[in-house]
């Protein structure tokens, strides 16, 4: 079975500064997806960025990047320029290529508590 | 365009009553799915739809819940009778399985449960 870790339960970042939230999953599937979401105390689940396994090109999404290294299974976030509404849990998760089965839902890690100081 | 719609958003009940939380996903999504979030456990998938019809249940804890996609617009999670231990943020999850096979799964705004 899949499994998606985040190693650390809380960050803090100075306002502006760049910040690296981590995460490592184990897998023996080739093709999968990785996402990161992001979860302010208004408790909205928001997707922050995607990756497709197949794709060697980190993605990025504005300030958000991802550094991914899949023989390594890491999928590190970075928030570059961080702003006081960048606060919030970010949940790292997997979801595997095929539709039908249980491959289709997403294997979430424990979560990462992210502080913006001022 | 509207998002994965959630209600209640807050439910608070007495244990041994029935409680039903419910789901509208976005229009034209075909998979639908339910996660349980506790601060002990995370994110945690409870059961998940394909066309309404239900591929993996095996996250439901245990026969005091059940859901339902009676068509593409709603769907149902109930939990009869509660236990405070049901106490958790349920989250409902919409993704549109055809097309670009990346498509994220979109979530509602989750319904906090209580159960005293």
């Known amino acids: 079975a899949q499994t998606v870790t985040q190693s650390q339960p809380e960050m803090s970042v100075q306002e502006a500064e760049t910040v690296t939230l981590s995460c490592t999953y184990d897998t023996s599937e080739s093709d999968y997806y990785l996402f990161w979401y992001k979860q302010p105390p208004s408790r909205q689940m928001i997707l922050v960025i995607r990756q497709e396994a197949y794709k060697q090109q980190n993605a990025t999404e504005n300030r958000f990047s991802v550094n991914f290294q899949k023989a390594a299974k890491s999928f590190s976030l970075k928030i570059s320029d961080s702003q006081l509404g960048d606060a919030a849990m970010y949940f790292c998760a997997y979801r595997g290529m095929n539709y039908g089965g249980s491959q289709g839902n997403l294997i979430f890690g424990k979560g990462t508590k992210l502080s913006v100081k001022p | 365009d509207a998002g994965v719609i959630q209600s209640p958003r807050h439910e608070v009940t007495e244990m041994g009553q029935e409680v039903t939380l419910r789901c509208k996903p976005i229009?034209?999504?075909?998979?639908l799915f339910w996660y349980r979030q506790t601060m002990m456990r995370g994110l945690e998938l409870l059961i998940y739809?394909?066309?309404?019809?239900?591929?993996?249940d095996s996250g439901m804890p245990e026969d005091r819940f059940s859901a339902k996609m009676p068509n593409a617009s709603f769907s149902t999670l109930k939990i009869q009778p509660s236990e405070p231990r049901d106490s958790a943020v349920y989250f409902c999850?919409?993704?549109?399985?055809?097309?670009?096979?990346?498509?994220?799964?979109?979530f509602g705004d989750g319904t906090r449960l209580s159960i005293l």
């Open positions: 739809f394909n066309n309404n019809v239900p591929i993996d």
């Open positions: 229009s034209g999504h075909n998979s």
């Open positions: 999850a919409s993704r549109d399985r055809g097309g670009d096979s990346n498509q994220p799964q979109h």
